[in-house]
T-cell receptor, first 107, second 112 residues
Framework: GIQVEQSPPDLILQEGANSTLRCNFS?????LQWFHQNPWGQLINLFY???GTKQNGRLSATTVATERYSLLYISSSQTTDSGVYFC?????????FGTGTSLTVIP | DAGVIQSPRHEVTEMGQEVTLRCKPISGHDYLFWYRQTMMRGLELLIY????????DSGMPEDRFSAKMPNASFSTLKIQPSEPRDSAVYFC??????????FGAGSRLTVL
């Protein structure tokens, strides 16, 4: 299957700081999504972004499919941004998840 | 839309007992996925369905695991007999054309 590597594995931020999370994948994909798993365990879809750039409020994402990576930007971080961020990629309908970036935002 | 509904949210059972987890997907979503999440192995795909038909069950760990989707609005994941190493959070997710995945809240299983 496709290998998905996320970095950094852990991140601690002061509230208000910005951050960039990275997802590298080992093969061509036709689907890439970013998820946030909150401290209660709920997985929330943030972006469906197989290529290009999207923005949603303080979050934005960019995928460069030809170079096999995606970036998730979090600006002006808030304590509610804490949790684990997962990247998931798919070729066809088989999704592969990275091991996540655990983010802690401290007030 | 109530989203993806899973039940039970929590289950504690003893080794050897049968466990049945249930999922009601979002109406009109033709793909349904079952995932398992553990600290050691992360999120693993167990099986997925398209239009109620199992497409890939290669992630099902053992014959003790089985999954069915008798109609478009209901799926079950059964473990019989359960073992302590099956303790995990089991997620159901669905998608329309498998583009955007929507996850349920998960079922946390503890096998003693």
């Amino acid at each position: 299957g496709i290998q998905v590597e996320q970095s950094p594995p852990d991140l601690i931020l002061q509230e208000g700081a910005n951050s960039t999370l990275r997802c590298n994948f080992s093969d061509s994909v036709n689907n890439l999504q970013w998820f946030h798993q909150n401290p209660w365990g709920q997985l929330i879809n943030l972006f469906y972004i197989p290529s290009g750039t999207k923005q949603n409020g303080r979050l934005s994402a960019t995928t460069v499919a030809t170079e096999r990576y995606s970036l998730l930007y979090i600006s002006s971080s808030q304590t509610t941004d804490s949790g684990v961020y997962f990247c998931a990629v798919a070729t066809g309908n088989q999704f592969y998840f990275g091991t996540g970036t655990s983010l802690t935002v401290i007030p | 839309d109530a989203g993806v509904i899973q039940s039970p949210r929590h289950e504690v059972t003893e080794m050897g007992q049968e466990v049945t987890l249930r999922c009601k997907p979002i109406s009109g979503h033709d793909y349904l996925f079952w995932y398992r999440q553990t600290m050691m192995r992360g999120l693993e795909l167990l099986i997925y369905f398209n239009n109620n038909v199992p497409i890939d069950d290669s992630g099902m760990p053992e014959d003790r695991f089985s999954a069915k989707m008798p109609n478009a609005s209901f799926s079950t994941l059964k473990i019989q007999p359960s073992e302590p190493r099956d303790s995990a959070v089991y997620f159901c997710a669905c998608g329309a054309g498998a583009n955007v995945l929507t996850f349920g809240a998960g079922s946390r299983l503890t096998v003693l």
